[in-house]
């Protein structure tokens, strides 16, 4: 089945430790995104790939490190550097890679990630 | 920045009634306009999606749009307990970008 798969479900990250969240896609969507989601809020932005090699920061990027080596893959990384990572992590794809487009975004199951 | 809002809930509705969601947003130059419903501890998943002034209606759902007025509305019809969720607006600048507004929680009273 297609669909994007995010990975872990839970997550737990000690304190000065980097953790990385998976998210591969095999919808063959050019476009990949990473949102953060506190509770009661809605999604924020972190970065985004619209080509392989390729990726731009989001509105919250600091903290966050991303690479999109290849087109089906999109992993996040979040550092030590991020004060507050608690949150609900979510990823989501698109066919239009170039700006514009009226394709919607489908997201992953998320990644909950806490810290000990 | 691009700013979406929506307006403060939560939404009560009894079961069969007609649930109404409104959305504004800042950028007038945005281009297209998506509907995510999200249930607790669930990623959002896309229920409806519009680009053009008007109405689409989709089963049970109906889209609004007003570009002029920069909003964008949602109508369940004959709400079901199952629609209790939060739904989350959602607009699309030409960057390719998506703004999410905070969300709405509607609870459909059986």
């Known amino acids: 089945d297609g669909g994007i798969t995010q990975s872990p479900k839970y997550l737990f990250r000690k304190e000065g430790q980097n953790v990385t969240l998976s998210c591969e896609q095999n919808?063959?969507?050019?476009?990949m995104y990473w949102y953060r989601q506190d509770p009661g809020q809605g999604l924020r932005l972190i970065y985004y790939s619209q080509i392989v090699n390729d990726f731009q920061k989001g509105d919250i990027a600091e903290g966050y490190s991303v690479s999109r080596e290849k087109k089906e893959s999109f992993p996040l990384t979040v550092t030590s550097a991020q004060k507050n990572p608690t949150a609900f992590y979510l990823c989501?794809?698109?066919?239009?890679?170039?700006?514009?487009?009226?394709?919607?975004?489908?997201f992953g199951d998320g990644t909950r990630l806490s810290i000990l | 920045q691009k700013e979406v809002e929506q307006n403060s809930g939560p939404l009560s509705v009894p079961e069969g009634a007609i649930a109404s969601l409104n959305c504004t947003y800042s950028?007038?130059?945005?281009?297209?306009f998506f509907w995510y419903r999200q249930y607790s501890g669930k990623s959002p998943e896309l229920i409806m999606f519009?680009?053009?002034?008007g109405d689409k209606e989709d089963g049970r759902f109906t889209a609004q749009l007003n570009k002029a007025s920069q909003y964008v509305s949602l109508l369940i019809r004959d709400s079901q307990p199952s629609d209790s969720a939060t739904y989350l607006c959602?607009?699309?600048?030409?960057?390719?970008?998506?703004?999410f507004g905070k969300g709405n929680q509607v609870v459909v009273i059986p």
């Open positions: 959602a607009v699309k600048g030409r960057d390719n970008r998506l703004a």
């Open positions: 950028d007038r130059g945005s281009q297209s």
């Open positions: 989501a794809s698109t066919l239009a890679g170039g700006g514009g487009g009226n394709q919607p975004q489908h």
């Open positions: 519009i680009y053009s002034n």
């Open positions: 919808l063959n969507h050019d476009a």
